[in-house]
Structure formats: C-alpha cells, structure tokens
C-alpha cells in the first residue's frame, strides 16, 4: 500500500471560529438571527464566511499575477455551465469539513444549506461544462488565465414536463441575488454597433473610421474560480450588457413613460438570455451582436490590463497573451483585435496579423455541419461594417497569397478554403476564419481531432501541417469525485493518498485491489448506499419507486438524434416485450434512467422525449412485468442533479453513431465514479475503452469506416426495419394506442422518422446493442467480475483529469507556466 501522505488543503481555522464566522455574517450581512433565519439566510451567510477566504485568494492572485507579467490565457467562451459553486469552494478550501461540523453545531445539516444554492446554468451542455472544468484546473495549476463569457441573465431553461411533453420555463438563477459575484464598473467598456466606415486620407496616409450607429456599455462581473488547495483564485469575468444611456429625459418629460426606455430594453437584451441551442444558429442578428459583446469587451479588458502594466508600446503583446476560441462563437475576436491594432493602434496590417495569429487558437467541438457557424455577409456587414471589411481583407490576403503560393491557379481549392461562401446568399464561415486566424487548432479527443483533419479541414492541414493537434477532454475530479462522491472518496483514502484529486494517477494505486474481496465489497457497499439515496431522489422528482438492488442504467446528456436516446428506447421496448412474452424472461431488474433538455425548436428530440416519458408510464404501471423493468425521465436534468445520480449509476450509456459525438465527457464522470460504459467507438469511449481495458468497457456497434461505407453503399432504414422481427415489431409498437391509450398515433414520428429516414443510423445499430446489454446483464450477475470491472474503471481514468487537458493546452498551445499565487 503506498505510503498517506496528507497534502490536501488543511483548513485556515477551526469548526468553533468557523462557526462564530457564519453566526456573525448571518447578523452582519443578511441582519437576521439564528432563531429566525431561513435555510436561504443560512446559505447566503455560509457564503459570505467563505468568501473571506476566496476574495483574499482573488487579490492574492491578481497581484502576484500583475507583479509577475507572466503570459496569461483569455478562455473566451458563449457557455459556462458552472453549477453550484459551494460545495466545491468549500473542497477547495479545505474548509468542507469545517463547515459541515460549525454547521452541525447550529442544528444544520451541510446538505440541506447546500441544496438552497440555484445552479448557474450558463451553457448548454458539453461545451458550457468543459469550460467550467477548464477554469477550475487553470486555477489549481496557477495558470494565469481569465475565463471572459456572458452575465446572462436568464440561462438555460428549466424543463418540466406536462403529460410527458417538455415545456420551457425561464431560468431565475439570480432573483435572489449572488453571493459569489462581485461587479467591476470601474472596467467597463463601450462597445460600439452599427454605423458606417469612413475612409480617411491624414499625414499621407489611408485610414478607416468607424461611425457606430449604437454604442452599448459591457458591465463586467468576476466570480472567482478557487483553485485546488485555496492559493489560487483566478476570475471568470462576464459581461452584462447595459444602455450607454439609462433612459431619455426628453421623451420621458413629453409622455414616452415606456419609449423613454426602449433603448435600454434594446441593450440589455443582449445579455438577457443564453441560446437554448449549441448546435445550430440562431436568432441571427442577437446571438452575432451577442457574439461580439463579449468577444470585443474582452478584448478591450486583455488590452487595458496590458497596458497599465507594460504602457502604450504594445510590441510584446502577443507574447503575454494568449486567447482560445472555445468553438467559433467568438470567432469574431480575431477580426476585431486586428481593428484595434490596425485603426487604433496604427499598426501596418502584416504585423497586427502577425501577432493576431500568435495571440488566438480554436478549439473545434463539433463534425456536425449545421453547428459550423455561417454569417450572412450582409448582416455582418449591417451590424459590424467595419469588421466585414477586415474580414474580406484577411481572405483576400490569404487566397492570394498562402492559397495561390500552394496550389497555383487552383480555383477549386481557393473556393473550398475562402472565408466567403459563394451562393444565393453570400455566407461567412467563422470555421475557416478562427482556422486561418489561429496559431493552433485543436479537437477535444483523438478520434474528433484525426476527423478534423481527414475530413472537415483537410486541405488547411496540407497547408499548414503542424498547425492541427489533438487535446482529449477531461472532467475536474475535484467536483466530479471529491464533492460528488464521498463517500467512495473516503474509501480511497483509505488506501491511497490523500492528494488523489490534485494527482489523480494515484487512483492507479487501486488497481491490485481489483480483485481483493474486501475491497470489492467496500466498494460495492459504497455504490449501493449511493443508489438508496437516489432511489429517494427519483421517488421525489418523478414519483416512481425503484429498487436499488436493479441495475442503474443511465444516459444523460443533450437530447439530440445524434446521441440516439431512441436507440435506448427500442431497446427497452424490446425487453418489455421479450417480458411480456414469456413473464419468465430471465433478466437482472433494470432502471432507466434518462436525463435531457431538448432544444426548444428541436422538433423531434422533443417527440424522442415525449415517447420516453409515455413508453415509462405504461411500463411502470404494468404489473405484468413485476418490476423487471423501470423507466425514469429525470426532468430539468442539470449539473447539480448530475452530481447526485453519477455516483449512483451501474452502466453509462454512449451511444452515439460512430464520428459524431466529438468527445463527450459524462462518459468519463461516469466511469471515473465505477460506471461500465456501455458504448460506440466513438469520441472520447475510445480512450476510455483503451485506458479502463476493452474487458471493462462493452462495445458495440458500426465504427466509424463502417458508417462511411454504409453510407456509400446507399442506406435504406426500411431493410433493416423489414429483416428484423423484434425492431419492426417495438417500431409498430409506437404507431398504434398501446402507449397513449385512446390517442392512436400520438408517438409515431419516431417510427415515421427511423424507418423513412434514421439520419443517424439507430436501426443498424439495433441488434448489436441489444446484444451488448445481454452482456451487460450476465457481466453484472457475476458480482465479482462486476466489482473487478467497476474498480478498474475508476482506477484507470486519471488521463481524463481536467487537469492533464489544461497541461496539455498550456505546454503545445498556450505555452504559459503557472505561476503560485503568493500573500
Ligand atoms: O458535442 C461535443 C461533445 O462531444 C464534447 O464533449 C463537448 C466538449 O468538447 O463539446 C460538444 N460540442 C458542443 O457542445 C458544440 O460544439
């Protein structure tokens, strides 16, 4: 057994004086008292006594970080999906067993303060959650960096669910207030829109000036971001949008009483809502001017800071700063820093591109076509006339001089590589402006990035071989074991060391007790008591009893066809029926569990939905099957509901088609908490399956070369549907009443959907799914062979540590150091 070292963070005080800090805010700050004050009282004064800590690390930092001048990293990114910031500040800290004693000590249970804090939905999905992993481990490697987003006012939606439908409801993360957020007006910015360019001819020389139409201010409000151990505290600054002019007196006074405020309607509309969709454009003209708020105020922070700390000569600039596109959603940056070299700055062009270039790079998220944003040129030039101009210069400069050089006369080539995409409507593809614009390009696991390469930018990659590289994804273990699982974080502590979280190749240190009885069973107790507790979890949220003796299979993610929840669903309509059939069916009981937002204007993600929640009613009302099999839809499935089932779940499903799921990275949450994946070989499952060991992972399905030759061959759904007696029979199942009684037809765009067109292949993916869950069955009867699988899983993920994403960034693309944090 390796030797216990306790170098987790040690707590500044103890439970009592922790205790008198909390008593104190909850007087000082919310002026209440104990015997009076509300668990939401009690949750805003816990975070008022932690704050002490984490606002002396944000000053810590900033001032180490300014006297130092180190090459500091901008993330900018649309999303960040941040949940609750407590729990994990208090891990952080070293402080969350102090506060669940001091806690303790006041009548409270730490849990049920926990549960008062809204999350902070500030993202979609995978994207939003990445950069919310990202940020933490900037923060504990002591990465100078800044996370820049939106201060959205609303983020994404809460889901209910009406007879089985999903409705929308506004998300409130802020009704009641902050506590981890501190506004900075004093770095405001303007932002301007709008207008026209007027060229101008001064001291012999041409220049531009843009006249904006609109100016809106870009209000900033840092949440600080502790990382690992309390010494770093680094900032996640978003900005909120607001009228440069609060309201018109002039119109006010004559009667206007709302006119006078529409401008400031207009403005603050730009920060009022998230986009509800990460996979395809739209609301156009907001989400672009949405776009460049954040990307430009951003940019105009990373200046002003550089400037106080270096003055006006901006020769070293792209050596101390480095800016990642997270997706194209601030593509817009790389055209708007070089207006400011170029118009503000007075920079000759080839120098302002030169330290473009070496200032950005881009992270590709996505092979799904329709997610690759395209702009009208039209309305880039309406909004932003200016940067139309400049773009159209970097794609001239580059066709004719990059292109040309390469494949003279090549048209062809100049066409597929332009920035403008010829047609009806002339379109701006932000793709190839963040890869032209960028220093380095990234994909987020192998697969993704060898995709990127052969088949989304092949010709970029001829032209610019090293320019594209590979960083797998990864997930903070600080949130996704440490705070969320404690109780298998205290088993492993018990035979490793207690840094695990910081150095997560410790957990290999598990491996040689894989097949120790004892600790299987530890480990098995563990994953039982957790499943108890969710069982009362899904009682609450869905009504439905469950055992935790069943088999807790679980898919949570987006709701998209790519993802094919639908998949899952003809699978368990196959085993409803096989149990129907013959009520001896020999299977381990089962628990579906689903948990997924659909896109509001995604139409048949919410008919995959709605067949769920109507195939789970009727399974789990029938007494036929005697609990063999349950199905639950867990409604506004969020990052703090994830933390509670993960720990809970037997089997992670990933089923994507084989080259559209990027990475994913509830595969590797999932499985870091004793999951057996059940997957494709798709995204990130692959390293998953290569890491844990093909016997500890169940694949099946197409790869990738099998859905390309599919595809080429010509494929038709209706084969498959006709030649298969159980797929045919589950998808009539979905046309006739059985599942919505007395309204026939209610379900059957799913089946009209799979068999007439099945864009991502669900039906030739069918049987050999069903074949992976027998396995999955006979693999879970066999308890010691499962207890050996879930440990090695758990044992073997330390590559997917957040932390080893961000060393990989820092030391290929960003090349930044950390630099401690000192008082
Ligand atoms: O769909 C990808 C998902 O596979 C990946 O894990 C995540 C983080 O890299 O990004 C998702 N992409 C998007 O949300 C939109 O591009």
Sequence with gaps: MPSKKSVAPTPALTAEQFKTSVVKHLRTTLGTYEEKASKQAWNKALAAAINEFVFEGVSRTRKTHANVGARAVHYLSLEFLMGRLMSNNLQNLGLYSVAEEALKSLGLEIADVLEEEPD??????????????????MATLSIPAVG???????????????????????????????????????????????????????????????????????????????????????????????????????????????????????????????????????????????????????????????????????????????????DTHPAIAIPELMRVLVDEENFAWDEAWAMTRETFSYTNHTLLPEALEKWSLKLIEKVLPRHMEIILEINSRFLTQEVETMWPGNNDIKRKLSIVEEGAEQMIRMGNLSVIGSHTVNGVAQIHSDLVKKDLFPEFDALWPNKFVNVTNGITPRRWMKACNPRLSALIEQHIDTDWPRYLEKLTGLKPLADDQAFQDSFMAVKHENKVDFVKEIKTLTGVDVSADAIFDVQIKRLHEYKRQHLNLLHIMALYRRVLIDPNYDMHPRVFIFGAKAAPGYKIAKEIIFAINKVAEKINNDRRINDKIKVVFLPNYRVSLAEKLIPAADVSEQISLAGKEASGTGNMKLALNGAI????????????????????????????????????????????????EELKAVLDWLEGDFFTPGEPGLLAEVKRNLVESDPFMVLPDFESYCEAHQKIDALYRDKKAWAKAAILNTASLAKFNSD????????????????????
């Design 120 to 137: 902070m939905a500030l993202g979609n999905g995978g994207l939003g959650r990445l950069a919310a992993c990202f940020i933490d481990s």
């Design 148 to 326: 820049y987003g939106i201060h959205y006012e609303h983020g994404l939606f809460r889901q209910e669910f009406h007879k089985g439908r999903q409705v929308e409801r506004p998300d409130q993360w802020r009704e009641f207030g902050n506590p981890w957020e501190i506004c900075r007006p004093e770095s405001a910015q303007v932002i301007k829109l709008y207008g026209y360019v007027e060229t101008v001819y001064e001291q012999g020389k041409l220049s531009k000036v843009w006249h904006p139409g609109r100016t809106i201010r870009a209000i900033p409000w840092d949440i600080p971001v502790v990382g690992y151990g309390g010494q770093n505290v680094n900032v996640l600054r978003l900005w909120e949008s607001r009228a440069d002019k609060f309201f018109d007196w002039d119109v006010f006074n004559s009667g206007g009483y709302v006119d006078a405020y529409s401008e400031s309607v207009e403005a603050e509309t730009i920060s009022k809502v998230l986009y509800p969709n990460d996979e395809t454009d739209a609301g156009k003209e907001l989400r672009l001017i949405q776009q460049y708020f954040f990307s430009a105020a951003s940019i105009a922070d990373v200046m002003r800071r550089y400037k106080a700390a270096n003055g006006e000569d901006l020769a070293n600039f792209a050596k101390l700063n480095a800016m990642q596109l997270n």
């Design 677 to 724: 994946t059940i997957g494709t070989m798709d995204g990130a499952n692959i390293e998953i399956a290569e890491e844990a060991g093909s016997d500890n992972v169940v694949i099946f399905g197409m790869e990738v070369d099998d859905v390309v030759a599919l595809k080429n061959k010509g494929y038709h759904p209706a084969d498959y549907y006709r030649s298969n």
């Design 804 to 823: 080893r994403s961000i060393q990989d960034y820092a030391q290929n693309i960003w090349h930044v150091k950390g630099v401690e944090a000192k008082s």
